[in-house]
């Protein structure tokens, strides 16, 4: 019987888990991340979008941090990863539709001609959020079978939820910083939601920067510029952001071009079909046509 019971006390101080700290970290600024967009969600319900759009920007820097932090550390985990996706559910996909919604409808009171579309308002919000939700899931599924093709490499398929969230909230960034109303329309963040709710739903090609590699040469007019930013962050930050943001809207379509030229040129040239021996065409001999495309 004792022997039995010293066994039985060995298994269980050999089960014990000892988790480090630096285990935490990644998780911890992801859980930092997820709170800042639960604080721009009752800042936007308070109609104080200042505050609500630097919540949703600071989750978008921890959110570009919690992933380096955990490679660094080599405490990538599965509990890190769905975490993760559920922090930029909340704050890249609830917080912005719900920023957007609140910022709307502060300019549609109840005698206004716009106020019986108050239910439009609030389905193209929702719509924004689960195409953040349809955009976060594809994402999850992708890190196996994801598209491995060179010309892949520069970009994502289709808008980031961190992206998509800072177009949504651009046009009442630019609000905030030139303290026009003519910002401040409900067709303007109605159509916000609806480009970007289709642009991270879509398979549209849009540039990622995590590849980008700045060659030797230019590393110092590369970094001049990063302090010019930084400057006029701390100097002009609403009209920094507005014009990042805008900046970021024309990306696309100049970042679709890029990618079709890059996919021209590094597809391989299907070869010509062989000419048959008795000079016949394929059709009239009546084999299929290696060139043509269904």
């Given at each position: 019987m004792g022997k039995f019971r010293f066994r039985k006390r060995k298994q269980k101080t050999s089960a014990r888990r000892e988790i480090p700290v630096r285990a935490m970290i990644p998780n911890l600024v992801t859980l930092l991340a997820a709170a800042s967009g639960i604080t721009s969600i009752r800042y936007s319900s308070q109609g104080n979008w200042h505050h609500a759009a630097v919540a949703i920007s600071i989750a978008a820097l921890l959110d570009g941090v919690d992933g380096r932090v955990a490679r660094l550390l080599k405490a990538t985990s599965r509990l890190g990863a769905e975490l993760d996706s559920l922090a930029d559910f909340v704050s890249f996909g609830v917080a912005p539709a719900l920023f957007v919604y609140f910022w709307i409808m502060q300019k549609v009171p109840p005698e206004s001609a716009a106020y019986p579309l108050r239910g439009?308002?609030?389905a193209?919000?929702?719509?924004?959020?689960?195409?953040?939700?349809?955009?976060?899931?594809?994402?999850?599924?992708?890190?196996?079978?994801?598209?491995?093709?060179?010309?892949?490499?520069h970009f994502f398929l289709g808008l980031p939820a961190p992206g998509g969230a800072?177009?949504?909230?651009?046009?009442?960034i630019w609000q905030l910083h030139t303290g026009l109303d003519h910002f401040q329309t409900p067709w303007l963040g109605c159509a916000a939601l609806l480009v970007c709710g289709v642009l991270m739903a879509s398979r549209i090609p849009t540039v990622s920067a995590k590849s980008v590699r700045v060659p030797a040469r230019r590393?110092?007019?590369?970094?001049l510029f990063v302090m010019f930013v930084l400057a006029m962050l701390v100097s002009q930050f609403w009209l920094?952001?507005?014009?990042?943001?805008?900046t970021y809207y024309l990306s696309i379509p100049l970042g679709c071009l890029v990618f079709l030229r890059l996919r021209k040129r590094q597809e391989p040239r299907t070869p010509p079909p062989p000419a048959p021996a008795d000079g016949l065409t394929p059709e009239r001999t009546g084999t299929p046509d290696c060139g043509s495309r269904r």
């Open positions: 439009l308002f609030w193209l919000a929702l719509f924004y959020a689960m195409c953040a939700a349809f955009r976060l899931a594809r994402f999850n599924t992708m890190l196996d079978d994801g598209p491995t093709q060179p010309h892949w490499k800072g177009l949504v909230i651009t046009p009442a590393l110092v007019p590369f970094l920094t952001l507005g014009v990042i943001g805008v």
